[in-house]
């Protein structure tokens, strides 16, 4: 099953090449070839879902039982290889793929989203077809890639590697002001990633420095190994005399991930982003295609709150109790109003989804700091949830957009009347997005603030007033579009003022009936992670062993 | 088979929503009316057999797992006793009746199809309330009836008026929805330290079964969680400070208005607080709360309806003043928990018999204004008996089942819950505060009176007055709309009578068994199987029965001396208390207090936000990226193409490298 995974990468890749060599002559080639192999990338995901399902399915047990990590379907290869010994004794670097029910709601969003982005290119991306479909299937290729790897640098070789095709097609197909935004956008990113891999590469050489493994940076073996060290810094059985006091151990430990898991906040925090790290983001999302923005928003900005619950959750339980549910959380719950009330003013329309977009991010990352089997349950179900509803937004704003050529709010009133099918369907997801039970909002909501007040009461109350100020800018921003007379701006001839149309449909219409399925029936989503996310949440279920080491010294003085 | 009729009762309505939205494409609009009708029927009939076959025990059906996640455990199960039952009992048929009437009060509007779908949708969302078997699934319900009095209040899209309508509504209620949120998650986690280690659904048996424990260990966690969850009901029920989006809402077509104030949506909050009662017994302050909040917002509204001169937002009013009413019988509880069942009985009651007459009153001034126009303000038209008989005699039975007049329905429950309010009186250490709240709650028995012969008077006695908007003669509804309104007379009316007054001789010496002449059957029925209300039977308590009667006489009285009489009367006595007079016509200033003190302040804190963003933020991110410039500004004097700075360069870094390596060797 591993070979399907090695598609999911690969495919796209080589399908980006026939692109290429198609050329922008044959444009309907190019968008055909791009389509079939999105949706085949889909139906390798399904594959890979059912497959994962069934009972025969064997969680690789490499790393031993102890690991909280336990991806199935691994493939490896060692890519580069630090022992002198040869294969022997494993270590380097790998590129290693593998599956597991969290990453699997990835590669179901990728997938979903990679149509979308290909099938509302169909008729407004006419410039330069072949390059624009190439870089869209390379930035897919790479999304799979990411959302599979479980070796830490075979994870950041792909994370950073989206920066690229994004950086081309925001720059080359974007609005008037696309090149700041696209500079914007890939240095603050990149930056933030650096720092990133100096963490990664922190927390696996202190790993092998002190256990004397051989130097991985595989994620189930660093979390296996990370465990056990814990478990040591636990024990009170006597250690073996020259070996350090289990109180040594912890404060080792709680320093080295307190370190790692700043340097790797600052490029998960970037990507997500979190508020204050999103200036990036507006003009990145209201400048892009439409393509662009939604994969951004759907599928990029889940790198970052799926690198804190693949990284952070796992690896590192001191440095996530004792900075991450206080400070990450609470910048998340801060982030939910800022980015609210943010979106209450804007007057450009990808602005404001953009912000909203910001504020519901607020509630994913909420959810996995609160580090229990609620939170982290509902976090990534929100993960799917946000992408598939802030997706389907930015297609109905390009929608508007491209009948019109302006997405200023108050050029647009009474639309109601104009466009019913285009009104019903902003409706329905801005009704999604604020979290209306019975749709899919809800229940990723629900879950991750239920977990978080279990965690801290208050930063989940301050949250939850998020669903205020959701409903406020949510209503207002439909007020102005849709009530009141008819205001349009004025169109030229060639652009009727059509409402929506067939292809659109096909592109909305089954984002709509996921949204609602998931709103419905969400165990469809939430039996494939209960394993995965159970496993995680029971390193924290002893708050008392992961409180710092001693409370009377500082941590800065302790960091040497 | 009762737990398929119990799937009915929601389905068949949320079936024909959908089935209405899809007949819009195909050109089906004009028979959009027909399957909701169906649909109302079909529930109405389930209804009405359950009430009949089920009512011994409660009725359970699961559809499936809903939610389920760590120690949350969420199914989609419906239950059904007999305060479901009861509430289900009037829901459907008042909404039905609203159904046919709004065929020919909405015929020819442009949005037909999307009336009806969104009506469908909300008797389906209120039958799933009343039917939810939880906390979760009740939460379901009532935001999706919040969405769908969103979709109705703003119905009419051309007007921005009712977009800001729709709007408020909206926002107040998720107001109310957060506290309710808040309230599921506290109750949640108190659960869960109660019985650790288990996966606890949020359904109101188990959380029935704990809450004693709970009361006992996390009392004052217990109180606030109740409280969290009341702010929900405040929200949905309209009730002080909460209150402002339910008179806004008359936007919406009349109809809808029936339906919000009768049936669905404003009811939702008192049978949310009825079926806390199990819990609500153990936090005696949370309904000492209650009991404030209704008896309060009750005499307030009460007086800002006094000088409203929108029938229909007097009648907006009226609703909040009644529900405030129904607050106040079930915070009487907090005065002693053996009032708790007759407490619940009488709000439930009162919530039953209202729901008859505020629907005929508002489908009659539904009836006015289609008459008149569209125009409601009852300044510009008068004397309308003539014009409307029928209109008339339908206003007027509703007027005089809500003013209480004697054996009419308002009569009846209002007297059942001052009879409860009365006896929380008599003792406990809250005896004064609820001898205060008594006397609000006659000044309102008095008030409710007073200003519903006020409309009545002004509407349709004096000079006969049509506006222009009227065209030349006003002319009667046809009959697709007075049918309901004449099926609802007679229940608006009477039915208190049939289900309300238990009538007894007291218990004398000579005979001490109290011997019942007729029971109470609407109490009878609620006890025979609803959580937390056991058997207490009401019965007429003759001295609040004449202080009732003499007040709604009097009341009736002085609005026909004021409006009928002597019209010039008001006009002086608003001149002569000019400031009452203004306080009350504009609402006490809520609104404005309310935009002033946190609509605004938000809003210019939300203006200042993006350029925080954009001029702090940004330019902190941006003074990062200017590091590599300057750095490369400082270092570029030193590549200026020279050959001998190079040079010199070079040796000044080897002289460098020299002397470390020598310090380092020595």
């Known amino acids: 099953m591993g070979s399907l995974l090695v598609i999911l990468v690969v495919a796209p890749l080589i399908a980006a090449a026939a692109v290429l060599l198609a050329g922008d002559r044959r444009p309907a080639l190019v968008r055909q070839l791009s389509l079939v192999t999105v949706l085949g990338c889909g139906a390798v995901v399904w594959q890979l879902a059912s497959e994962l399902e069934r009972p025969s399915t064997q969680r690789t047990r490499d790393a031993g039982a102890a690991s909280v990590v336990q991806p199935a379907f691994e493939v490896k290869y060692t890519w580069l290889s630090f022992s002198t010994v040869g294969e022997a004794r494993e270590g380097g670097l790998q590129f290693r793929l593998g599956v597991d029910g969290v990453s699997l709601i990835l590669l179901a969003l990728t997938a979903i989203l990679a149509s979308v982005a290909v099938l509302v290119s169909w008729t407004t991306i006419t410039d330069r077809i072949a390059e624009f479909h190439a870089l869209l299937l390379v930035l897919t290729s790479s999304l799979f890639g990411a959302f599979s790897s479980f070796d830490l640098i075979c994870f950041y070789v792909f994370f950073e590697l989206t920066l690229i095709p994004l950086f081309f097609i925001v720059g080359s197909w974007g609005g008037r002001k696309r090149e700041t935004a696209a500079r914007k956008l890939l240095f603050y990113t990149l930056a933030g990633g650096l720092v990133m891999l100096v963490g990664f590469v922190g927390l696996a050489a202190s790993v092998h420095k002190r256990t004397g493994e051989p130097l991985t940076f595989g994620i189930p073996e660093l979390a296996a190994q990370m465990q056990q060290q814990m478990q040591i810094a636990e024990s009170n059985v006597p250690q073996p005399p020259g070996a350090p006091s289990a109180v040594e151990v912890k404060r080792f430990w709680y320093d080295v991930q307190f370190w790692v898991f700043l340097a790797i906040f600052v490029g998960f925090a970037i990507k997500t982003p979190l508020v204050p790290f999103h200036t990036w983001l507006p003009p990145a999302y209201s400048e892009a295609p439409t393509a662009g923005t939604l994969l951004m928003a759907g599928v990029l900005s889940k790198l970052g709150c799926y690198g804190f619950l693949r990284v952070c959750v796992p690896l590192m339980p001191y440095a996530c109790w004792n900075i991450g549910v206080p400070l990450v959380a609470g910048l998340a719950a801060a982030g939910i109003i800022y980015g609210a009330l943010c979106a209450l003013v804007q007057t450009d329309l990808k602005r404001f989804i953009a912000y909203s977009s910001v504020s519901h991010l607020g509630f994913i990352v909420l959810g996995v700091f609160a580090l229990n089997v609620e939170g982290l349950a509902g976090g990534s179900i929100q993960m799917l949830n946000h992408g598939l509803i802030t997706a389907s937004l930015f297609v109905l704003v390009g929608i508007l957009a491209q009948r019109y050529d302006t997405q200023e709010i108050s050029s647009f009133g009474g639309l109601a009347s104009r466009l019913p099918a285009f009104t019903f369907l902003m409706f329905f997801f801005c009704m999604a997005s604020v979290g209306l039970p019975g749709l899919n909002g809800f229940v990723g909501e629900f879950l991750s603030l239920i977990g978080m007040f279990a965690r801290q009461r208050w930063t989940a109350v301050i949250a939850a007033t998020g669903v205020i100020f959701g409903a406020w800018y949510i209503t207002s921003l439909i007020q102005r579009l849709f009530f009141g007379p008819l205001v349009e701006p004025p169109t030229s001839a060639s652009k009727p003022k059509r409402d929506v149309q067939f292809l659109e449909w096909v592109v909305l219409a089954p984002c709509a009936v996921l949204c609602l399925v998931l709103g419905l029936y969400p165990a469809a989503v939430l039996d494939r992670i209960k394993e995965d996310v159970a496993g995680m949440a029971a390193l924290y279920d002893h708050p008392e062993r992961l409180q710092p080491p001693s409370a009377g010294r500082s941590l800065l003085a302790e960091a040497d | ?666």
Not at chain 2, 437 to 453: E, R, V
Not at chain 2, 619 to 629: E, G, M, N, Y
């Open chain 2, 1 to 666: 088979m009762s737990e398929f009729l119990l799937w009915v009762i929601p389905a068949a309505p949320l079936l024909a929503a959908v089935v209405v939205t899809l007949g819009v494409p195909l050109g089906l609009r004009s028979l959009s009316p027909w399957p909701v009708i169906l649909a109302l029927a079909l529930s109405t009939g389930a209804a009405y057999t359950l009430r009949a076959t089920a009512a011994h025990e409660t009725i359970h059906a699961t559809a499936w797992k809903w939610i389920d996640a760590g120690g949350v455990d969420v199914s989609l199960t419906l239950r059904a006793d007999t305060l479901t039952l009861t509430m289900l009992s009037f829901i459907t048929l008042v909404s039905l009746l609203i159904a046919i009437y709004s065929i020919g009060y909405m015929a020819g509007s442009p949005g037909f199809a999307r009336f009806f779908a969104a009506l469908s949708l909300f008797v389906a969302s209120m039958t799933l309330l009343v039917e939810a078997n939880d906390f979760v699934v009740l939460f379901l319900a009532w935001e999706l009836v919040g969405l769908c009095s969103y979709l109705l209040i703003g119905y009419y899209q051309d007007r921005p008026s009712a977009g800001a309508a729709a709007k408020k509504a909206f926002i107040v209620n998720r107001i109310g929805d957060f506290g309710f949120l808040v309230g599921i998650f506290w109750l949640w986690s108190l659960l869960g330290r109660v019985v650790p280690g288990v996966q606890l659904g949020l359904d109101f048996d188990t959380v029935f079964a704990h809450a004693g424990e709970i009361a006992k260990r996390y009392p004052d966690q217990l109180t606030g969680a109740c409280l969290c969850l009341f702010l929900g009901a405040v929200g949905k029920s309209a009730q002080f400070p909460l209150h402002t989006w339910l008179p806004d809402a008359m936007e919406g077509p009349s109809p809808v208005s029936a339906l919000i104030h009768a049936a669905t949506m404003v009811t939702a909050g008192v049978y949310f607080v009825a079926r806390l009662t199990p819990i609500l017994v153990h936090t005696p302050e949370v309904q000492l709360v209650v009991a404030v909040v209704g008896a309060f917002t009750a005499l307030l509204a009460a007086l800002i309806a006094l000088t409203q001169n929108d029938l229909k937002r007097v009648l907006a009013y009226s609703t909040v003043s009644q529900l405030g009413y129904m607050f106040l019988a079930l915070g009487c509880a907090g005065a002693n928990p053996h009032l708790a069942s007759l407490a619940v009985a009488a709000a439930v009651f009162h919530v039953f018999t209202h729901a008859f007459f505020k629907a005929l009153l508002f489908l009659s001034a539904g009836s006015v204004m289609h008459a008149m126009g569209d125009v409601i303000d009852m300044r510009r038209f008068g004397g309308l008996r003539r014009a409307l008989p029928f209109t008339h005699i339908f206003f007027l039975s509703g007027a005089i089942a809500l003013s209480g007049l004697p054996i009419f329905s308002g009569f009846w429950s209002k007297d059942a819950i001052l009879d409860v309010v009365a006896q929380a009186t008599k003792a406990g250490a809250y005896r004064t505060l609820f001898g205060v709240l008594q006397f609000a709650a006659l000044a309102t028995a008095f008030l409710t009176a007073f200003y519903t012969f006020r409309a009545y008077f002004m509407t349709f006695w004096g000079q006969e007055r049509f506006p222009p908007e009227a065209g030349r003669r006003p002319h009667e509804s046809p009959m697709v709309m007075a049918a309901p309104m004449a099926i609802l007379t007679p229940l608006a009316l009477f039915i208190g009578l049939v289900f309300g007054p238990g009538i007894a001789v007291p218990a004398t010496p000579a005979t001490p068994a109290v011997t019942v002449l007729k029971p109470n059957l609407l109490a009878h029925y609620l006890q025979m199987n609803t959580p937390g209300v056991e058997h207490a039977e009401h019965h007429v308590n003759y001295g609040v029965l004449l202080a009732s009667i003499a007040l709604s006489v009097l009341g009736v009285l002085l609005a026909w001396q004021f409006y009928y009489r002597r019209p010039e009367t008001p006009r002086q006595l608003a001149e002569s208390a000019e400031p009452l007079y203004q306080a009350s016509a504009n609402r006490f200033y809520i609104d404005e207090i309310y935009r002033a003190t946190i609509t605004t302040p938000l809003e210019q804190l939300a203006s200042v936000l993006p350029r925080f963003d954009r001029h702090w933020l940004d330019k902190i991110v941006d003074s990062f990226a200017l590091t590599p410039r300057l750095l490369g500004r400082g270092i570029r004097g030193v590549q200026d193409g020279f050959l001998q700075s190079y040079a010199f360069w070079m040796l000044a870094g080897l002289a460098l490298l020299l002397v470390l390596v020598i310090g380092g060797v020595s």
